[in-house]
Structures are given as structure tokens and as C-alpha cells.
């Protein structure tokens, strides 16, 4: 009998891959329906050393808010790093021995962080992103082809700008998509994001988790993040 079961089940299997629609252009580009990739949960590995610099930081924010945030701006959206200036309370070499520092940052996989990532179709226009182990929040999530949102427990996750982020950023250079759910609620503020997309050079795939809750008290009640890099699709080469 167990044979037979295990037989039905993976007739049932191949036949859903063989029935399973295409899949969406937005995560197909990333990712190819029914097929495991090979992906890994990681974590940002930075100096100790370079701590130093984001307290000098604060201190120099403090000190003139005012001059420091229109300063700041002046790095971009997402480069964590201003110009040098002598009101940042550091000499011209400590300002550079800290740029050296933060390009020494790296991402380390997590304890047991080894996962598998696979595209499958889980309803008529409905796609899950499914993740195991350490990755398992991503697959609670489902993707509404037709209303280019994701669907989960807390509400709707809406498209938000797309992400094209400078080597400079914290994740380095990538770029992909977003979507975001936001609850200002008298009881709970939840904050839920996901993004995916591909590292400048080509070589992983990203996919980005984050909850946050507050309770009306300010107090934190969940605060997730899951960064899982992940062997993408091939970029199709142009025809000449």
C-alpha cells in the first residue's frame, strides 16, 4: 500500500509540473517554476573597527542636525557613507581607513542556514516562493500574478519602488523589486516587506524578509529579518 501511495504521489507531482502555468514575469526572471535552487540564509559580517565611524557619526548628527542631514544627502539614498568633512570630528586618514573598512564587509552564512528555493504555483494566478529551513517565512507568502501583490496573514504586501541599490549600500550593488505592507494601528503598527532581485554581477539572486511590530506602547513585538542568497536563473544572452 505505501508503494502504491508513494507512486499516486509522485504521478500527482510530475503531473503538476507538467500542467503548472508560466510563471510570473517578475519572480520567473529569477527564478524557474518547479526547479530547486541552491540558496543559503545569511547574515552582514562587518568590522568591529568600523562601529567607531557610525559613533562619530551620531556625534557629528547631534551636535548640527541640521547641517548633517542636508550634508548626508549628498552621499545618496542608500550609501551610508558621507563625503569627508572636517565637522564629521575625524582627520582626512581616519575618513579613509573607515572607507576601507566598510569595503571589507562581507555576508557569512547563519548557523544550518543551507535552504532550498523553488517557484511553484500554488493556485490559478497564485505563486509561492517556497523556501525550507531557516528561510520557511518567505513561503507564507503568496504572489497574485494578476494584482502584482504578495498575500499574507497580516494583509496586503503592495508594490513599492524598485530597488536599485549602489555598490556603496549596505546589501552592495543590486537591484530588483519590493513590496511592503504597512498597519499604523491603534493597537499594533506592522511593518512587512519582501524584495527580491539579482547582485549587480549576476552571480546571486537575492530575496529579502522583514517584519516589524509595535505595540501601541511602542514596545516591539516581532522584529524579523532574512537576507537568503540564492543561485538565480540564467540571464539570457542577447542574439546578435
Known amino acids: 500500500m505505501k508503494f502504491i501511495t508513494h507512486l499516486i504521489t509522485s504521478f500527482s507531482l510530475a503531473t503538476a509540473c507538467l500542467t503548472a502555468g508560466e510563471p510570473p514575469t517578475i519572480l520567473g526572471q529569477y527564478l524557474e517554476a518547479n526547479k530547486v535552487a541552491k540558496g543559503e540564509v545569511v547574515q552582514l559580517d562587518i568590522p568591529v573597527e568600523f562601529l567607531k565611524f557610525r559613533e562619530l557619526l551620531k556625534q557629528a548628527e547631534k551636535a548640527n542636525p ?87 496573514s497580516n494583509g496586503t504586501l503592495v508594490r513599492i519602488e524598485d530597488i536599485k541599490s549602489p555598490k556603496e549600500s549596505i546589501y552592495r550593488e543590486w537591484s530588483g523589486q519590493e513590496w511592503r505592507y504597512f498597519n499604523d494601528g491603534d493597537l499594533v503598527k506592522t511593518k512587512e516587506n519582501l524584495a527580491i532581485g539579482r547582485t549587480g554581477d549576476g552571480r546571486y539572486g537575492i530575496l529579502i524578509y522583514s517584519l516589524q511590530e509595535l505595540s501601541g506602547e511602542g514596545q516591539p513585538l516581532a522584529d524579523e529579518l532574512l537576507m537568503i542568497r540564492f543561485v538565480p536563473k540564467k540571464l539570457e544572452t542577447p542574439k546578435k
Open 66 to 152: 541640521e547641517w548633517f542631514k542636508t550634508f548626508q544627502e549628498k552621499a545618496g539614498k542608500d550609501n551610508p557613507i558621507p563625503p569627508y568633512d572636517a565637522k564629521l570630528g575625524m582627520t582626512k586618514t581616519e575618513y579613509d581607513k573607515y572607507v576601507a573598512l566598510w569595503e571589507k564587509r562581507s555576508y557569512k552564512r547563519v548557523e544550518k542556514g543551507e535552504v532550498q528555493v523553488m517557484l511553484t504555483e500554488d493556485d490559478e494566478d497564485e505563486w509561492v516562493i517556497n523556501v525550507s529551513g531557516k528561510g520557511m517565512p518567505v513561503s507564507l507568502l503568496k504572489y497574485v500574478a494578476k494584482k502584482d501583490q504578495f498575500k499574507s
